[in-house]
């Protein structure tokens, strides 16, 4: 069964900065692309950024996040990160860690998410 | 940027009732690539739909997906308790991807 399992959220100030980490198993991680979606509280669901597979990596950005955040991923430790920096109050949601194939980029699997607050 | 517009906001049905739900790109997407999922209270969205018609393994055949033109459906033929939530459609085809506003299927 594809685990993915989100850490790294806190309470942060705005201007501060934060690392969110995603540790998958049950797939072979190098195989998959991966993104990173985030749902403000009562609010609807928001891609934020995307990494491709498997070893010539390219990514991609909301606008809104765009020049702040990077993702980036580790394939010998089975692992993606989001790098957050220059964060504001808008940034506060929870932060989603989710799969997708080589080539088609729908949302297959969903961690569990992790809460960064901004305040 | 694609934008998507769900209509309905809110559906009210009945246990047993159809529902269709709808999605407009603003411009037409790459290969229909459009998925559907659904994220009931306090939950993780599940994806149903992909490519516009493809049920995700394990999803109940009484969910469909259909397209034409700019415009997509999801369609659940006879609703059960566990169906009622909120679904969102999503386009893959061009960045950056773009989720609808979502749908909430409410028990009337």
């Known amino acids: 069964e594809v685990q993915l399992v989100e850490s790294g959220g806190a309470l942060v100030k705005p201007g501060g900065s934060l690392r969110l980490s995603c540790a998958a198993s049950g797939l072979t991680f190098g195989r998959f692309s991966f993104s990173w979606v985030r749902q403000a509280p009562g609010k609807g669901l928001e891609w934020v950024a995307f990494i491709s597979g498997p070893s010539t990596f390219y990514t991609k950005y909301a606008d809104s996040v765009k020049g702040r955040f990077t993702i980036s991923r580790d394939n010998a430790k089975n692992s993606l990160f989001l790098e957050m920096n220059s964060l504001r109050a808008e940034d506060t949601a929870v932060y989603y860690c989710?799969?997708?194939?080589?080539?088609?980029?729908?949302?297959?699997?969903w961690g569990n998410g992790t809460t960064v607050t901004v305040s | 940027e694609i934008v998507l517009t769900q209509s309905p906001v809110t559906l009210s049905l009945s246990p047993g009732e159809g529902a269709t739900l709808s999605c407009w790109a603003s411009e037409e997407l790459s290969s229909d690539y459009l998925a559907w999922y659904q994220q009931k209270p306090g939950q993780v969205p599940r994806l149903l739909i992909y490519?516009?018609?493809s049920r995700a393994p394990g999803i109940p055949d009484r969910f469909s997906g259909s397209a034409s033109g700019t415009d997509y459906t999801l369609t659940i033929s006879r609703l059960e308790p566990e169906d009622f939530a909120v679904y969102y459609c999503q386009q893959y085809g061009n960045s950056p991807w773009t989720f609808g506003q979502g749908t909430r299927v409410e028990i009337k």
């Open positions: 490519g516009a018609s």
């Open positions: 989710v799969s997708s194939n080589l080539y088609y980029y729908y949302m297959e699997v």
